[in-house]
């Protein structure tokens, strides 16, 4: 049996929200797997089901630059929240979100990008490390682009202009007014940014996601005790909510908490006077997927639960 550490127990009450001795067991059956152990759990009913693109767990800044019909997003992350609010180091988060707007989703080639006051801009990262003092790391960007109509930017919680936490664009494509598809544009970049939508429409959702829960969805199902017909018909059930959840087109729109979203664009197209095709969006949260250390607390909780390190 593999052994179980006061890390692995810490990291899978934070992302379950399930007991401790829960969390154990779940470890326990589960071989220390984590992400097995998280099905588990949910599977027993012990964990939330909401989704997450991963765990927010490191700093620095999403920014976004917007140009014409062409908008980019990018993440540069440092060690503390400390850096984000460096003037040099917001000045490099903007002068990259512009970049990419040129060099598109490749982060190879942006790095290899000339920087505004010389270089390249993997040398100006390079000096803003030796100047600042932290480590920092250019990690990834995103464009997007449509042949009419707009492409709209939003930033949550704002450490500075176009730069802060989560960084959101939407594309809009329409021959339609700019002004009603740019204040389309903010309502739905807001709505992403709150909602955290998984795709555009259910058929862009991940197959292996979608196989991994209706796989949590079965096991929850039979424990019903019902007929095959029925737990089938549950499982269907379940799948078809999450999918009009996790897909932006049919999520509820959170401003007015009633209106699909689809129906939001379809009644925006009059205000614009054309057609509206909700072409794509993108959404960057700080850190997402990035795990911190814990080791601090692990020996903490060795301590009082009992639970033993893992000593290398």
Same mark, same amino acid.
């Given at each position: 049996?593999?052994?179980?550490?006061?890390?692995?127990?810490?990291?899978?009450?934070?992302?379950?929200?399930?007991?401790?001795?829960?969390?154990?067991?779940?470890?326990?059956?589960?071989?220390?797997?984590?992400?097995?152990?998280?099905?588990?759990?949910?599977?027993?009913?012990? $964990?939330?089901?909401?989704? #997450?693109? &991963?765990?927010?767990? =490191?700093?620095?800044?999403? /920014?976004? *630059?917007?140009?014409? +019909?062409?908008?980019?997003?990018?993440?540069?992350?440092?060690?503390?929240?400390?850096?984000?609010?460096?003037?040099?180091?917001?000045?490099?988060?903007?002068?990259?979100?512009?970049?990419?707007?040129?060099?598109?989703?490749?982060?190879?080639?942006?790095?290899?990008?000339?920087?505004?006051?010389?270089?390249?801009?993997?040398?100006?990262?390079?000096?803003?490390?030796?100047?600042?003092g932290e480590n920092q790391s250019?990690?990834r960007a995103a464009v997007l682009?449509?042949?009419?109509?707009?492409?709209?930017?939003?930033?949550?919680?704002?450490? $500075?202009?176009?730069?802060? #936490?989560? &960084?959101?664009?939407? =594309?809009?494509?329409?021959? /339609?007014? *700019?002004?009603?598809? +740019?204040?389309?544009?903010?309502?739905?970049?807001?709505?992403?940014?709150?909602?955290?939508?998984?795709?555009?429409?259910?058929?862009?959702?991940?197959?292996?996601?979608?196989?991994?829960?209706?796989?949590?969805?079965?096991?929850?199902?039979?424990?019903?005790?019902?007929?095959?017909?029925?737990?089938?018909?549950?499982?269907?059930?379940?799948?078809?909510?999450?999918?009009?959840?996790?897909?932006?087109?049919?999520?509820?729109?959170?401003?007015?908490?009633?209106?699909?979203?689809?129906?939001?664009?379809?009644?925006?197209?009059?205000?614009?006077?054309?057609?509206?095709?909700?072409?794509?969006?993108?959404?960057?949260?700080?850190?997402? /997927?990035? *795990?911190?250390?814990?080791?601090?607390?692990?020996?903490?909780?060795?301590?009082?639960?009992?639970?033993?390190?893992?000593?290398?």
């Amino acid at each position: 049996m593999a052994e179980i550490t006061a890390a692995s127990v810490k990291e899978l009450r934070e992302r379950t929200g399930a007991g401790m001795m829960d969390c154990k067991k779940a470890l326990s059956e589960n071989e220390g797997e984590m992400e097995a152990s998280v099905d588990w759990l949910r599977a027993k009913g012990l $964990a939330a089901a909401a989704k #997450k693109a &991963g765990r927010t767990a =490191a700093e620095g800044l999403v /920014g976004v *630059a917007v140009t014409g +019909t062409k908008g980019a997003v990018v993440e540069v992350n440092s060690e503390t929240d400390f850096v984000a609010k460096n003037e040099q180091f917001q000045g490099f988060v903007r002068d990259v979100a512009q970049l990419a707007l040129t060099t598109g989703n490749d982060i190879g080639a942006l790095n290899e990008a000339a920087y505004p006051s010389g270089g390249t801009v993997a040398e100006a990262l390079t000096n803003n490390i030796v100047t600042i003092g932290e480590n920092q790391s250019l990690r990834r960007a995103a464009v997007l682009e449509v042949a009419h109509g707009v492409v709209v930017s939003y930033v949550h919680n704002a450490a $500075a202009p176009n730069m802060g #936490k989560i &960084g959101v664009l939407v =594309a809009l494509d329409s021959t /339609g007014s *700019a002004d009603a598809l +740019t204040a389309l544009g903010k309502q739905l970049a807001m709505h992403i940014a709150a909602a955290n939508p998984l795709a555009l429409n259910a058929d862009g959702l991940d197959p292996d996601l979608l196989a991994r829960e209706r796989s949590i969805a079965v096991e929850k199902a039979a424990e019903s005790g019902k007929p095959a017909n029925i737990v089938e018909k549950m499982v269907d059930g379940t799948m078809a909510k999450f999918a009009k959840e996790n897909a932006l087109l049919s999520q509820v729109f959170v401003i007015d908490g009633k209106t699909p979203i689809a129906d939001v664009v379809a009644a925006a197209a009059k205000d614009a006077g054309a057609p509206i095709t909700l072409k794509a969006f993108e959404r960057f949260q700080l850190g997402e /997927g990035i *795990a911190k250390e814990t080791s601090d607390f692990a020996a903490e909780v060795a301590a009082v639960s009992g639970v033993p390190q893992l000593v290398a």
